[in-house]
C-alpha cells in the first residue's frame, strides 16, 4: 500500500503534530507499506527511508500538492489537522480519485465552521477526531466523524526518569522557606492555551510554579509571575526528564483535544490539574488521577492546587501520580496505531476493494 502522509509540521519541528504524524509513519514503515511525507518545508528529505516531499510556503500550495500526488501516486491520502497544505491536498486527492482519510485532532474553528465543512469534512472519506467533546459536537452539525484516540510511550515518558537533583531545585528545597510542591505547565505559551491563568498557580501558598515551553505570552507571564523558573523549550528525553520531575502538571486550555501533554504527564507518574471540560475531562479521573475544577468559576483552579499542596507530604498524592500511569500505559501509541491500521485505515479503502472485487 502506498501511503501519502500529509502535516502541516515536520522534522526539525518537535511539536505535537510532528510528533503524531512519526508515530503513523513509524507504524507504517513497520508493517512494509510504502510511505511519503508531505509537509512544508525547510527540513529533512527523508525519514526511515520514507521521502519527505517539502512544499516551499511562498509558492503557491496547491499546485505543489497536485505534482506530489500525481508523481506518488497513493493508494491513500492521510492528512493531520489540515490547513492551507491539508486542504490543498484534500482538494487534489478528491480530483484525483485517491481515497482521502484525515484527523482533525485540533479544534474546529467556530467562525468558519461552514468553509471548514466544505473545505474539510466534505472532502474526507473519513474523519477522525481525538476527543469524544468534538465528535458530540460534529454529530450536533450532522457531521459523521470517528473517535481515535492518541496514545503515549510508555518507555520515554515514566516516573524513573525523575531527576532528584532538578526537583530539589525547582522546589527550593534548600530555600529559607523550605521545599515548595513544583507545578508545571508545559506547552505552547499562546492565550488559546489559556495560558493567562498561570499567574493564579503562584499565587497558592507553599507552590513553585515552572514553565516549560515558549510563545509570545512568555514576557507577560514572566512580569506576573517573577518567583516562576522558565525553562523556554524542552524536548525529547529532556521534555521527559523535566515531566517526571514534577509533582503536578496544570493544564488550563478549555478546548483540548489530543491532550498529549496529560497523557504524557500520567505515564510520568504526575497527577494533572486541568479543567473540566474538553479532552481533559476525558483523560483526568477527578480525585483519582489529578483534579479537575470548573474554568469558569474564579479561584476554582488555585483552591484545586491548594488541596494537593496541603497533601504534598502524605502518601496520597504518590498514590494518585501511580493511578495516573496505570491508566495512562492502558492505551499506547502502538494500540493507536495497530487501531489506525486494522480499523480505519481499511474502512477508506474497502469501498475501493469492494468494486475491483
Known sequence: MRVMLVTESF???????????????????????????????????????????????????????????????????????????????????????????????????????????????????????????????????????????????????????????????WSLARSRGGRRLVVGYVG?????????????????????????????????????MPQAQMTGTVTGGDLATALASLDVLVHPGAQETCAHVLREAAASGVPVVAPARGAAAEVVVDGRTGVLYDPDEPGSMARALGVLARAAASPELAAMGARARAAAVRRTWADATAELLAVHLPAVLAPAGADAA
Do not use: C
Open 188 to 224: 505552547g505559551l499562546h492565550r488559546r492555551h489559556g495560558v493567562r491563568a498561570l499567574p493564579e498557580v503562584a499565587r497558592v501558598p507553599g507552590v513553585r510554579p515552572v514553565v516549560v515551553g515558549d510563545g509570545p505570552q512568555r514576557d507577560w507571564l514572566r512580569q506576573r
Open 11 to 169: 522534522y526539525p519541528a518537535v511539536d505535537a503534530a510532528t510528533g503524531t504524524v512519526r508515530q503513523v509513519a513509524d507504524r507504517l514503515v513497520d508493517e512494509g507499506q510504502t510511505v511519503q511525507v508531505l509537509a512544508p518545508g525547510p527540513g529533512l528529505a527523508t525519514y526511515r527511508g520514507a521521502r519527505v516531499e517539502r512544499v516551499r510556503t511562498r509558492d503557491r500550495v496547491g499546485g505543489q500538492a497536485q505534482r506530489a500526488i500525481d508523481a506518488f501516486s497513493p493508494d491513500l491520502v492521510a492528512v493531520h489537522s489540515p490547513a492551507t497544505l491539508g486542504r490543498k491536498a484534500l482538494k487534489h486527492a478528491r480530483r484525483a480519485g485517491v481515497p482521502t482519510l484525515t484527523a482533525q485532532l485540533s479544534p474546529v474553528p467556530e467562525a468558519g465552521l461552514p468553509w471548514w465543512r466544505a473545505k474539510v469534512a466534505d472532502r474526507s472519506d473519513r474523519l477522525l477526531v481525538s476527543a469524544a467533546w468534538v465528535q458530540d459536537h460534529l454529530a450536533g452539525l450532522d457531521l459523521e466523524s470517528h473517535l481515535w484516540l492518541p496514545g503515549v510511550d510508555p518507555a520515554m515518558f515514566g516516573p524513573q526518569l525523575r531527576d532528584r537533583w532538578l526537583h530539589d531545585r
